[in-house]
C-alpha cells in the first residue's frame, strides 16, 4: 500500500504544479442545473386520500411488516 500511496501523493504534486491563474472555482465539472422545485409549503394530502392506494391500511394509517 506504500507504493499506492506515494504514487497518489506524486499525483497531487503534479495537480499542485499545474497553473490555474484565471479559473473561477466550481463545485461540479459539468454545467449543473438545479434540478429540484422551490420548496413551498402547500395543504397536506388528505389523509383519506394518501391511504387510498396503499396496499394494507386500517382506515387510519399504512399497515407494513414490522421491522426489527
Do not use: C, N, W
Amino acid at each position: 500500500m506504500a507504493g499506492d500511496l506515494q504514487k497518489i501523493l506524486g499525483y497531487i504534486d503534479e495537480l499542485r504544479a499545474v497553473d490555474v491563474t484565471g479559473v473561477a472555482p466550481m463545485s461540479h465539472p459539468l454545467p449543473f442545473v438545479r434540478a429540484y422545485r422551490a420548496d413551498i409549503a402547500t395543504a397536506a394530502l388528505p389523509q383519506a386520500v394518501a391511504i387510498a392506494g396503499a396496499p394494507a391500511a386500517d382506515g387510519e394509517a399504512f399497515i407494513v411488516p414490522k421491522v426489527v
